[in-house]
């Protein structure tokens, strides 16, 4: 595929479905990683890494050996220090995408959200009470995203009913869990003591603490609600989609949630509607990684790299010279081929040392396509895409880079004249 299949007007076109399968699936898991990591150590590393490996890819292309040599050894060596240096959030990040637990959140979006009235008008009595008492609390209400992939910490399970005491009893003061969330799912609190991620907006106002970028990270990444009781102003928020309200009355608590999720299960029956805010949402960290993901794929695809091959670049490298037969084809009708044309090249080859090794040079062949010439002399530059390779081995170079060759008019023979053959009557006649 060439570089102008990526041209946008022609994209869908000349792309064939699993290119586009691959792109998706890419795409999704590249963003998975980054609302994860986003904010982090991590991901400032892993930008870095990535930035590197550019370099080194526009190094190559440029045919800057040395400098793509050196960039290639620091984008490994950045890579390696990533996977052991941040090997426990990324064990904690592969332990927490359960596909068994993913699965029932993606199809809780069909059903409704089991929250009722009585449990939402007891809670927002409590939060209220914790916030008379100047006591924090952060409690998060899922509707249809899975939030526990997103957390720092999932804290620990409890599977309760929601009850006043119960709520207050776990934010109350020298509780083991008061400093975390409350995570609410489908009615019951699910879980406790759970670490949020914070939210890296530079808007936000210096009186919002932990638990008010808690709550408003948690709700940018996902479509939950979240409550947010304050302990210096003794204030009650309410947060949906990064944006956060203050609420005056446990009345107006019970019924913005209610409201916002009787909301959310309107707009479940128009699956449309749906679908376009899940893509709208965060649409800016999607598009970035959906332009990075394309510009790697186009990259992979243009240089035909295999990811395996990454495993062979850490073996000894060798190079050696191979002479192999030039064979043409797709003769224009007509024309032939001066007997001047070359019939064999230099080709240097790179790789594993054993694969080298025992590399057949007589399997080899550089193929020629003539389509389309025309009579007369042509210079045509060799690619990798003239010769087949094995698994592991790189082009470096043709020796010469370029052959010509000369198309002439292929000359018709002219007929031989018969002999005449002289009738028998004839002959005896003559005699």
């Given at each position: ?246 609420v005056k009355s446990p009345e107006a608590l019970a019924s913005w949630i209610v409201s916002h999720l ?170």
């Amino acid at each position: 595929m060439g570089l102008e299949a990526i041209v946008p007007g022609r994209l869908l076109g000349s792309l064939p479905w699993a290119y586009i399968v691959d792109i998706a699936i890419m795409w999704f898991v590249a963003y998975q990683i980054y609302i994860r990591f986003r904010g982090t150590q991590a991901m400032r590393l892993l930008l870095r890494v990535f930035t590197v490996w550019l370099s080194y890819m526009v190094a190559q292309a440029a045919g800057l050996t040395l400098t793509a040599f050196l960039l290639w050894a620091l984008w490994l060596a950045g890579l390696i220090f990533f996977l052991i240096t941040f090997q426990r959030d990324i064990l904690r990040i592969f332990m927490q995408m359960n596909p068994m637990r993913r699965l029932p959140s993606i199809l809780r979006s069909a059903r409704r959200v089991k929250f009722t009235d009585e449990n939402i008008a007891a809670a927002a009595q409590s939060l209220f009470r914790l916030a008379e008492k100047r006591i924090g609390a952060l409690v998060v209400l899922e509707r249809t995203d899975a939030l526990e992939s997103l957390m720092r910490s999932p804290g620990e399970e409890i599977n309760a009913e929601i009850q006043p005491a119960l709520l207050e009893t776990i934010f109350g003061i020298g509780s083991s869990y008061h400093d975390g969330a409350i995570y609410i799912q489908d009615g019951r609190i699910y879980r406790v003591g759970c670490v949020l991620p914070l939210s890296e907006s530079f808007d936000l106002s210096n009186a919002y603490g932990t638990r008010h970028r808690a709550a408003i990270g948690i709700t940018e990444n996902s479509d939950c609600l979240a409550v947010v009781v304050s302990e210096e102003r003794g204030e009650v928020s309410t947060v949906e989609g990064g944006q956060i309200q203050p609420v005056k009355s446990p009345e107006a608590l019970a019924s913005w949630i209610v409201s916002h999720l009787h909301r959310r299960e309107d707009g479940q029956r128009n699956r449309w509607a749906l679908t376009r805010a899940t893509l709208t949402r965060n649409w800016r960290p999607k598009l970035a990684v959906l332009s990075a993901v394309i510009m790697l794929w186009v990259v992979g695809a243009y240089h035909r790299q295999n990811p395996q091959d990454i495993l062979a670049q850490l073996t000894a490298r060798a190079e050696q010279t191979y002479t192999v037969r030039v064979f043409f084809y797709n003769m224009p009708p007509g024309l032939v081929l001066d007997g001047a044309a070359p019939r064999s090249v230099q080709v240097r080859l790179r790789g594993r040392d054993d694969l080298l090794k025992f590399l057949d040079p007589g399997r080899l062949r550089l193929a020629v396509n003539l389509q389309g010439l025309e009579q007369g002399g042509h210079e045509l530059s060799l690619g990798a895409r003239h010769i087949d390779l094995p698994d592991g081995v790189r082009l470096s170079g043709f020796l010469p880079q370029t052959l010509k060759i000369l198309l002439r008019t292929q000359k018709k023979q002219a007929a031989t004249p018969r002999p005449q053959r002289r009738s028998a009557a004839a002959g005896a006649g003559a005699k």
